[in-house]
């Protein structure tokens, strides 16, 4: 699976506190052998984001991608629930 990452996905991933982006990083591990396995609770979002899906980082944080080609997605968002607003 190929990944882009959007300009504001960068932005927001490099304020992200260390034990966060660890945690990211393992679980893009999972993503990439299984975007819906369990432990990443995959889901569509609805609303002004109905062509998004999200899967979690943690408790807190998430990440917002879309399915952009076969074998490809993008990365746009990631944080906590204010990545919403």
Do not use: C
């Amino acid at each position: 699976m190929e990944i882009y990452y959007s300009p504001k996905f960068k932005r927001q991933y490099k304020k992200l506190p260390l034990s966060v982006k660890k945690r990211a990083e393992q679980m893009e591990k999972l993503f990439r052998a299984n975007p819906f396995n369990p432990k990443l609770k995959t889901h569509k979002l609805s609303g002004q984001f109905d062509k998004y899906w999200s899967f979690s980082i943690d408790n807190q944080n998430r990440i917002i991608f879309e399915f952009y080609k076969k074998g490809t997605v993008r990365f746009h968002l990631v944080g906590d629930h204010s990545i919403y607003d």
